[in-house]
């Protein structure tokens, strides 16, 4: 089976759409997906960004907020602007990296949906306790593991891999073959390119 | 019928993808298309760039010259970088606001195949002179009229629109109820949208 990395950060609000549609979807392909979050403050530092573009350039932004709203109601998401935007997403993050790999998908999830369903702030520890534990998963013992040299080492090896592989923006796919498709509403292609390489 | 205002402007590689489909598009869904070339670069110059976002970011233009290539394949569009990148479009943004409305749309796909089929250089008075001529356009007379005070100043009134619209980029697509969307991408869902409000 072909596989392709999702690349998403936490505090993406086009990650959100993904991440709430892609395993159905790579499933119907028959392409497996690598969930891997990273972080976009790194890059978008690398590019001389100390905010979100979406902040930077305010017609940008009002777009963007427009888009999200339209394509919620579309697709039957809710949608709420979380404040302060965009979110402190190292801990989500590294918990990310911190839960088993098999519910990486179920957790990335939730915090979207704390986040930008019900307009949440999810630098909040004690929110993501509540999430883990919501999952079935131990939040204390996770939240500490979140702060292991082993997770925090892990996650920027993963952002480092993410600009690697050209990755400027999220969500973002890379196929086994290298090729990157940026945004949400290049899932599709990307599962595309993935099954006629395989 | 329905109409929605298509904003393109002639250095911008994605509105070439936009205008070798929109017509047949827009037809078939039953919307009347406006086209209404402007110019980039004071949009641009208010966010602070002195050059295309490709040029200042290049893992964003790595990326869009791969994505472009893919596309283009993928449409049996033939594709060739011209040189330089970006382009001067002054002069062919307003020869196509010279040409008759009912041109302008023949004027401006021309223009695009030149420029990026070909990887001609647009800012050309003769290429420009020989596409016209190739439409049975008089190209003497509308070089002439494209260097009047009333073309200039239809020019600047329509980037101004575009920008008072809260166009960012190009090409975009606006119903006549205001709603903007962003990006060759985008236009299934500009044309649906307009459907759906008639």
Redesign the interface.
């Known amino acids: 089976m072909p596989e392709i990395d999702f690349w998403y950060e936490f505090a993406s609000t086009y990650s959100y759409l993904a991440a709430m549609r892609a395993e159905p979807m790579a499933r119907a392909a028959g392409v497996g997906l690598r969930w891997r979050p990273f972080l976009l403050g790194p890059i978008f530092a690398a590019?001389g960004w100390n905010n979100s573009p979406f902040n930077i350039?305010p017609?940008?932004g009002?777009?963007m907020w427009?888009?999200m709203e339209?394509l919620c109601a579309e697709r039957g998401l809710a949608f709420r602007r979380p404040d302060p935007f965009p979110q402190n997403t190292l801990l989500a993050a590294r918990l990310a990296w911190a839960v088993p790999d098999d519910r990486r998908a179920d957790f990335s999830r939730s915090v979207y949906l704390a986040e930008f369903a019900e307009g949440r702030d999810i630098s909040d520890a004690r929110l993501l306790a509540s999430l883990l534990s919501e999952l079935g998963l131990p939040a204390d013992a996770l939240l500490a593991r979140a702060k292991s040299d082993e997770v925090k080492t892990r996650l920027r090896a993963e952002t480092e891999a993410a600009?690697a592989a050209?990755?400027?923006?999220a969500p973002a796919f890379v196929t086994a073959d290298g090729?990157?498709?940026?945004g949400d509403?290049?899932l599709e292609?990307a599962l595309g390119?993935a099954r006629g390489k395989d």
Do not use: H, S, T
């Open positions: 590019q350039y017609a940008k009002r777009y427009r888009d339209r600009q050209g990755v400027f923006g090729e990157l498709f940026w509403d290049r292609q390119w």
